[in-house]
């Protein structure tokens, strides 16, 4: 099970491709004070999309760039399934990724316990 890191490698660069195929990659960054929002997924300042862009996808590109370990639990999957627009072609595709990812977390976690 050590190539679960490379997998969720995997996922994260096709969520920024999905991302840019279909034209929710922002070229500007958000001012701070959206990017430090104390609420989950920045859900009062952005939105899920930005979230994943500003704050998931680089947060997750440290923590496997640098070894640290993985979050012991993920729920992005069942918050993109609430927030995301379900007549948006790009939104299946995304939710299958963002899915991905959190079976490799749990699968990493369980492994860990072992």
């Known amino acids: 099970m050590h190539d679960i890191p490379n997998r969720i490698a995997?996922?994260?660069l096709e969520v920024e491709a999905n991302?840019?195929?279909h034209?929710?990659?922002?070229?500007?960054?958000?001012?701070?004070n959206e990017l430090n929002s104390q609420i989950p997924f920045c859900m009062d300042t952005l939105k899920f999309e930005?979230?994943?862009q500003w704050i998931f996808?680089?947060?997750?590109?440290?923590?496997?760039?640098e070894t640290h370990p993985l979050p012991a639990r993920s729920g992005?999957?069942?918050?993109?399934?609430?927030?995301?627009?379900k007549t948006d072609p790009s939104t299946d595709n995304l939710l299958v990724?963002?899915?991905?990812?959190?079976d490799l977390i749990s699968i990493q976690a369980s492994v860990q316990r072992h």
Not at 23 to 32: I, N, Q, T, V, Y
Not at 57 to 65: D, G, S
Not at 76 to 85: K, P, S
Not at 97 to 102: A, I, Y
């Open 76 to 85: 992005i999957f069942e918050y993109a399934e609430e927030c995301l627009e």
């Open 19 to 21: 991302l840019r195929i």
């Open 50 to 52: 930005q979230w994943l």
């Open 57 to 65: 996808l680089p947060k997750m590109k440290v923590t496997l760039e």
């Open 97 to 102: 990724l963002l899915k991905r990812f959190d």
């Open 10 to 12: 995997d996922v994260l």
């Open 23 to 32: 034209g929710k990659w922002d070229e500007h960054k958000p001012a701070p």
